[in-house]
DNA sequence: CGCTGGCGTGAACGTTGTTCACGAACGCAG
DNA sequence: CTGCGTTCGTGAACAACGTTCACGCCAGCG
């Protein structure tokens, strides 16, 4: 059938149009009938596609989450270390969490756009599984330093751990993006960072 | 004039329809003619005392952060010392920071859509002087102690250590009421926050 | 060739926030 | 008291939105 082709087609195209609009305007600039008229198809289609924009978002939202990682793995990773962590090995676990927050106000400056999309989208919804998983997947990037540092920790308790880590650090980036005074919140991150991560 | 005080009396009638559907249902379950009906006036006539809705709802922010700062003045307020502090007296200070960051949890624990709609709105504009200056006169709540436990800071410095520390403890909390943890991250966040001050 | 079933279509619907021409009500001069 | 002008609330109307659904085209089979 050329049918799937082209639904999987209109499926990526209108996800492209999605982004773009959300990259160059905001969230609130993704129009469905600005959709249909940039990938060139009729305004009942997308929802032949999507049940609704929300889950276009939520698509849009999930490449942002994947172009994140790809800003994330070009920090390097710390080795694992086997038994009890030298004191050196803690510095570099504590090294590699500055470098993830750092790359995350990085990010977060690059595309302020899609950044705030993350967070501006789910205020009322409740997530998919498949989104959710993605999330924790992300996580464990956190997780992966915090083993060296607390191995005492249950994985439970560590994944607690990791996202109070995360969203201290969102709080921080968030309230830099707005005043725009990223220039100056750099070190200050990086000094806040390394102070929470001494617990 | 009667007229003077008939628009008095739909301005805090309209304050107060809107503060009670945010607080019932959320932001978005503000609408321009279920607020007419509420208060027995026109549609139109909503336009005749307020801009927008916009501005409506900066009225009840308003509002929220008043009621926030009755919570906050409720937490026993730290003497000022004269010349360097003592240990003592720095204690107290951190103490009065971490009572600070609880009372933030709690008020937003008890007034969960009001909390959310001070920071689901303003995303897009710009904010108003006079919803800024009250902004910065909350800081100064958490200004105080800093003075004490940080005298070395210039004014600028203390402000932004002041939103820097904010920003963390409201992502914490933000993720916190997102979680449905709070049993849990109450001590969490104590601990955080008595860590993040020992800058 | 004709029928039929599936599917893209865009007109239409229901809800928004916001505007604006109307008309009632009030004050004042004659 | 009457006539007129001004003011101001009014709600019908507008524009824009997400979403739906009855229509009609076209492919595939008998």
Redesign the pocket.
């Known amino acids: 059938m050329r049918?799937d082709e082209?639904?999987e087609w209109l499926r990526a195209a209108l996800i492209d149009a999605a982004e773009a609009a959300i990259a160059a305007e905001g969230l609130s600039a993704?129009?469905?009938?600005?959709l249909a008229r940039d990938v060139g198809?009729?305004?009942?289609?997308?929802?032949?596609v999507f049940?609704?924009?929300?889950a276009l978002i939520l698509r849009v939202n999930l490449r942002t989450l994947a172009l994140f990682e790809r800003a994330i793995t070009a920090v390097p990773i710390a080795p694992e270390p086997e038994g009890k962590a030298t004191p050196a090995e803690r510095d570099t676990a504590v090294e590699t969490l500055v470098r993830l927050a750092v790359a995350y106000l990085h990010f977060a400056a690059e595309h302020p756009a899609r950044w705030r999309a993350l967070f501006q989208h789910r205020v009322t919804h409740a997530l998919p599984d498949w989104y959710l998983v993605e999330q924790v997947r992300l996580f464990r990037y956190i997780e992966a330093p915090l083993r060296v540092l607390r191995p005492d920790l249950r994985d439970r308790e560590r994944a607690l751990l990791a996202r109070s880590l995360f969203s201290a650090t969102h709080g921080l980036v968030s309230l830099g993006l707005d005043e725009k005074l990223m220039v100056l919140s750099e070190p200050v991150l990086r000094g806040q960072i390394e102070i929470v991560v001494g617990a």
Chains 1, 2 share one sequence.
């Open positions: 049918n082209r639904r993704l129009k469905a009938r600005d198809c009729a305004l009942g289609t997308i929802y032949t049940p609704d924009l929300d």
